[in-house]
T-cell receptor, first 111, second 116 residues
Framework: KQEVTQIPAALSVPEGENLVLNCSFT??????LQWFRQDPGKGLTSLLLIQSSQREQTSGRLNASLDKSSGRSTLYIAASQPGDSATYLCAVRTGRRALTFGSGTRLQVQP | NAGVMQNPRHLVRRRGQEARLRCSPMKGHSHVYWYRQLPEEGLKFMVYLQKENIIDESGMPKERFSAEFPKEGPSILRIQQVVRGDSAAYFCASSPESGGTNYGYTFGSGTRLTVV
């Protein structure tokens, strides 16, 4: 059974810092990994999708890496801004089944 | 190009009533997934449907919950005789017709169910 863990559970940083969010999964036989952002009381916004054959994906100030063999992914946020404050969710797809989510990292960027 | 549409956004039901949640996938998507997010918890898979077929309902409670995705119209998640523990945010996601694993998921904004 796939399990996804995200560390840290919560993070508070001053504006401008570069930061790293971690995600680990127990079953390395994944098809892809997706990072989402969720604002309080809102839905999920897809940030980055990494296929199992890829090592990383970049979008603006975001960079996500994937090490499938060790069951790890990191989301790197450069030059953080208060608008980045949200919960960041990591999810993996194993086979035809739906995504398995981690519990998220709650990020607060202080102005 | 509308995204995944869920309605209602908020739903209040008294204990024992029925709750009906609707999800219209993105245009061209015929695969729908329902998730539940309990307060302060992560998203848990409930059911995966294609048009007129339930593919995987392993995350669905055995009683009171049902889901359908008819040939025409939105997918419906139905909860009968709701209890306070059903209070949660229910999210729907869709993926393209091929259902291929190369595609990511697009989520709706969710329906927040409150049982009073």
């Amino acid at each position: 059974k796939q399990e996804v863990t995200q560390i840290p559970a919560a993070l508070s940083v001053p504006e401008g810092e570069n930061l790293v969010l971690n995600c680990s999964f127990t079953d390395s036989a994944i098809y892809n990994l997706q990072w989402f952002r969720q604002d309080p009381g809102k839905g999920l916004t897809s940030l980055l999708l990494i296929q199992s054959s890829q090592r990383e994906q970049t979008s603006g100030r975001l960079n996500a890496s994937l090490d499938k063999s060790s069951g790890r992914s990191t989301l790197y946020i450069a030059a953080s801004q208060p608008g980045d404050s949200a919960t960041y969710l990591c999810a993996v797809r194993t086979g035809r089944r739906a995504l398995t989510f981690g519990s998220g990292t709650r990020l607060q960027v202080q102005p | 190009n509308a995204g995944v549409m869920q309605n209602p956004r908020h739903l209040v039901r008294r204990r024992g009533q029925e709750a009906r949640l609707r999800c219209s996938p993105m245009k061209g998507h015929s695969h729908v997934y329902w998730y539940r997010q309990l307060p302060e918890e992560g998203l848990k898979f409930m059911v995966y449907l294609q048009k007129e077929n339930i593919i995987d309902e392993s995350g669905m409670p055995k009683e009171r919950f049902s889901a359908e995705f008819p040939k025409e119209g939105p997918s419906i998640l139905r909860i009968q005789q709701v209890v306070r523990g059903d209070s949660a945010a229910y999210f729907c996601a869709s993926s393209p017709e091929s259902g291929g694993t190369n595609y990511g998921y697009t989520f709706g904004s969710g329906t927040r169910l409150t049982v009073v």
